[in-house]
């Protein structure tokens, strides 16, 4: 009853607040309509003065106008021109011919000054015409306001009326108000006799409630610790966990960047091998080059010595053929001699019996002529034969020395191309070496540089990394004394709770003993703050049982979607999970995703040096096949050892030997070890070049028909010479001699072959 008598007491203090303020608004109104109204009054006044002026005004007005409402200034003129002509008329009487055109001139002026009039009056009109229509606006605009102002003045008298209705209502109202509260006023005093004594009864339930209450707020807020707490230990340990992951990875990635220094140190170390390699390469193939010029000067001095040798043995050949001509004139003669000493004995045997005497001395002279015949017919004989042989011999060492000195000049024009295009090649292989030189040196500095980069970067992150570890391992001691203090102090406030608890359950049981029994009200309230109670001792078992077997039931497919407390809202379990597991497969993936990169650009890094290090073993492998086969070249140039020095009739035996003994030591050599490692290594890479004599080689003949050829050769030369009378020949004895010389132009050529066969 108290508060509703309160409440009507508001309510009508509340009323009679706006009706105060709704007159003050009403006498606020009445003031400025009151203000409007002399206003107008005043503007009455001033209109009916303007009235009266613009009256006046159109009464002077009036006369000038026509009945359309315009001026007539036509009519003026009329009667002013009239005027003048009477003028005119009168003048042109009374004055002479003299003096008309004074009077013609007054009438000019005159004439000017009544048009001057006449433009001023026409202003004038313009002027008061303009006056009148403004008059009239203003008139127009006053009758307006003038309406205006009625209208408003009606609408404020009625505003006025309706007023004064409410405040005479208003103050109905507050009459009955007044009778109401003092109606109202005795009830107050006496409900507030009860509610004193109920007043009483209530603070000691307060009390009780602000202490339920206060327990109900420490709980939750220990609830809310406990919460905050395990959430922090969770993410201390994940923390923990991600921090040991970190420095794990952080340590393979060392390990990593180590392995890859050593193997770029290793890379760099091998790079300045192949440098050295190639700069040793490059000595020798200045060496051979040099060597090359060398050759190519001792074959010029062998080509001019060939070259004189070939001119004497041409003059001897030409003095055996004078000989052979000498001797051949000789053996004509003995021929004739001998046939006509042969006719006369005939003759004479048939004068025997006269000539008894004389063919004793024919016997003794014909015996005579005979041993002289024998004598030189077996001494030219052996002279024709030795010529022969000297001839075939000749023959076949200037065949020979021509085919030497073609074969020589082919090969000398050929290694003088190929030196020309080992020398271009050399030049050009040079200059690239040393491009590529510079590139290596200018990468490896970089590398060097990239490297020592990488080195402070890696020195300057396991510093970061060691100072981060140590704080955070400290952060985390600390973190970990606090949250064991937190807990501590939790738990001793829990147990002042739970004493606390007890006490006033004590309290309460003991009230609940005493006779005097609670109101009802009171009694809800504190069932209804025990179940409470209850339920949040419940939910705070049923939290800490969810939370130790979270892992658990995670395993299982257990976890259930929970809410807390009714003051806060704890995240569901299932959720809370799926959000750790994303967190941490994104960090895994990104930590995934790095080392996917950092691998991708090792790798990338590493195919490029491989690349580098395949171009440069091309090179190295092909130079070395350029140098194995100029060391080839060098032992085919040395073609002075093949050559005889004696003639091949007195050292036969001799030569053969030597030529089998050469033929047997120049094999095939082996190749180098540079060359027989890097050949499977390009076999992919090296193109096979064709023979430099390829097209010799085609046109080449084998050792049977040389065989035959030579055997050709040698018969062809060694034909029986004409029977000149009863002679013997020596062809027999001469068998082995011309044996032995085909015996060495065939070795010779094996020897050739074989070494051709090399070059290729």
């Known amino acids: 009853m108290k508060e509703a008598t309160q409440a009507a007491t508001k309510l009508q203090t509340q009323y009679l607040e706006k009706q105060q303020v709704s007159l003050n608004e009403l006498k606020m109104d009445q003031q400025q309509t009151a ?40 009519e003026e003129t009329r009667t002013v021109i009239a005027e003048l002509q009477e003028e005119y008329k009168q ?32 202003s004038r009109i313009r002027e008061l015409e303009a006056d009148c229509i403004k008059d009239k606006q203003s008139l127009k605009e006053s009758v307006q306001t003038l309406l205006i102002s009625s209208q408003q003045i009606a609408e404020a008298s009625l505003l006025l009326r309706k007023q004064q209705e409410e405040s005479l209502q208003a103050l109905v109202c507050a009459a009955d108000a007044e009778g109401q509260l003092s109606v109202a006023q005795k009830q107050i005093t006496d409900l507030l006799g009860c509610l004193e004594t109920d007043r009483k009864k209530l603070e000691s339930l307060q009390a009780i409630e ?29 923390t923990l966990l991600n921090a040991r992951e970190f420095t794990q990875e952080q340590k393979c990635k060392i390990q990593v960047l180590q392995n890859t220094i050593e193997f770029q140190e290793q890379k760099i170390r091998d790079k300045e091998d192949e440098e050295e390699d190639l700069n040793t390469t490059l000595e020798k193939l200045r060496i051979s080059e040099s060597q090359a010029n060398l050759n190519a000067e001792q074959l010029r001095s062998e080509r001019d010595g060939i070259a004189q040798r070939f001119g004497t043995l041409e003059h001897e050949i030409s003095v055996a053929r004078i000989r052979i001509e000498s001797f051949n004139e000789r053996l004509g003669q003995a021929d004739t001699r001998f046939q006509l000493l042969q006719e006369r004995f005939d003759e004479q045997s048939l004068t025997l019996r006269i000539t008894k005497e004389a063919n004793g001395d024919l016997d003794v002279s014909l015996n005579d002529l005979k041993d002289q015949l024998k004598e030189v017919q077996d001494s030219n004989s ?44 050399c030049q050009l292989e040079l200059v690239v070496v040393q491009e590529k030189n510079i590139a290596l040196v200018d990468q490896l500095g970089a590398l060097k540089i990239e490297f020592q980069s990488q080195r402070d970067s890696n020195k300057e992150a396991q510093a970061d990394l060691r100072i981060q570890l140590a704080q955070q391992s400290l952060d985390k001691q600390e973190t970990i004394g606090l949250m064991k ?34 109101l009802a009200m009171h009694q809800s309230t504190v069932d209804a703050q025990e179940a409470l109670i209850k339920e949040q001792e419940a939910k705070i078992s049923d939290l800490t049982r ?43 993936e990104e930590k995934l995703v790095t080392k996917d990169n950092e691998l991708c650009r090792i790798t990338n890094i590493n195919k490029q040096l491989e690349s580098k290090i395949e171009t440069m073993q091309v090179e190295m492998a092909r130079l070395l096949i350029i140098q194995v086969s100029e060391r080839r070249t060098k032992s085919i140039m040395d073609v002075n050892t093949l050559m005889p020095k004696s003639s091949p009739l007195s050292d036969a035996p001799s030569q053969n030997i030597e030529v089998d003994e050469i033929s047997t030591d120049l094999k095939r050599p082996a190749p180098s070890n540079g060359a027989a490692a890097l050949a499977p290594r390009n076999s992919a890479t090296l193109t096979t070049r064709p023979p430099k004599n390829a097209g010799a080689s085609t046109s080449r003949r084998t050792f049977a028909t040389m065989e035959e050829d030579s055997e050709d050769d040698i018969v062809d030369d060694n034909l029986e010479p004409p029977k000149l009378g009863k002679r013997d020949r020596n062809a027999v004895e001469e068998a082995p001699r011309t044996r032995q010389v085909r015996n060495y132009t065939v070795a010779y050529c094996l020897l050739l072959t074989e070494v051709v066969d090399e070059e290729t």
């Open 35 to 74: 203000v409007l109204v002399e206003t107008a009054k005043n503007s009455l006044d001033e209109l009916k003065k303007s009235r009266k002026d613009s009256t006046q005004a159109l009464q002077t007005i009036l006369p000038l106008l026509e009945e359309g409402g315009t001026l007539a200034p036509a």
């Open 91 to 122: 003048c042109g009487k009374l004055i002479t011919v003299r003096t008309a055109q004074e009077v013609i001139k007054m009438l000019k002026e005159k004439l000017t000054f009544v048009g001057g009039d006449l433009i001023e009056s026409k």
């Open 210 to 238: 602000q202490q339920n209450m206060d327990l109900i707020s420490q709980l939750r807020g220990k609830q809310l610790e406990a919460a905050t707490l395990e959430h922090k230990f969770s993410s201390l340990d994940q």
């Open 382 to 425: 052996a002279v024709i034969g030795k010529y022969q042989v000297d001839s075939a011999v000749a023959c076949e060492k200037i065949a020979s020395l021509t085919e030497q000195l073609e074969c020589r000049r082919v090969e000398y024009q050929l290694r003088l191309d190929s030196d020309k295009h080992l020398l271009d090649q």
């Open 485 to 518: 203090e937190k807990v501590a102090s939790t738990e001793r406030m829990l147990d002042d709770s739970k004493n606390v608890e007890e006490e006033l359950r004590v309290q309460l049981s003991l009230r609940d003993s005493e006779p005097t029994v609670p």
């Open 546 to 588: 969810r939370a130790t077997t979270i892992a658990s039931r995670h395993k299982k497919g257990q976890l259930v979607i929970y809410t807390g407390l009714v003051s806060f809202h704890i995240e569901p379990e299932a959720t809370f999970v799926q959000s750790l597991i994303k967190k941490t497969q994104a960090l895994h």
